[in-house]
């Protein structure tokens, strides 16, 4: 009966939770499945949650760049993205590079973003990386902790990972 009082009473808590208030946490997110990360953060952006970039957003975890208003996310000075071609895994299970999860990626890119990125050389297998004054003359710089925008509060959530049947990745997986 103790776990069910525990229960009621973590579900009142968070009843209460405005969307306004609430944040979504990004920290050592090492990608993964393109269709998982759409489906997420898509409900992200219905939920009005901000985002926090405080780590590691790697692979199809920069899909929230082009899928959450950019008004609603901001970076700390850990913030540190990395971008890559799209693979798909072949008989056999190993990844070869994937045109249509590459195109995929870039079209959800923000301009800013995308020219960045061509100014490194494109979507390769290769991992580039944003991070530091470069990100943040991107994306606003996270308050500190207790000032008001994006403090962060009892109501902050941290990413996590799902997993869905689609075979599409965008994730680290060495030589393409």
């Known amino acids: 009966m103790r776990g069910l009082s525990t229960l009621i009473v ?23 499945q393109i269709g998982s990360y759409l489906q997420q953060y898509a409900q992200l952006r219905e939920s009005g949650e901000r985002v926090v970039i405080d780590g590691a957003c790697l692979s ?8 959450v208003p950019p008004d609603r ?3 700390t000075s850990r913030a540190n993205l990395g971008f890559h071609a799209a693979w798909d895994l072949a008989p056999g299970g190993r990844p070869v590079y994937s045109p249509e999860g590459t195109k995929l990626l870039w079209d959800f890119y923000p301009d800013q973003v995308r020219e960045w990125i061509t100014r490194r050389g494109g979507l390769t297998p290769t991992m580039i ?29 941290t990413a996590k990972k799902t997993v869905n049947s689609r075979s ?9």
Do not use: N, W
Request: overall charge positive; some cysteine.
């Open 10 to 32: 973590a579900i009142a808590t968070f009843a209460g939770l405005s969307s306004a208030s609430a944040e979504f946490r990004i920290a050592e997110d090492r990608g993964g």
């Open 129 to 157: 990386f944003l991070r530091g004054s470069a990100l943040r003359s991107m994306y606003a710089k996270c308050p500190q902790p207790g000032t008001e925008r994006f403090a962060e509060t009892p109501k902050t959530r």
């Open 60 to 67: 199809a975890c920069t899909l929230v760049l082009g899928t």
């Open 168 to 176: 599409l990745f965008a994730a680290s997986a060495g030589a393409m």
């Open 73 to 75: 996310i901001c970076v």
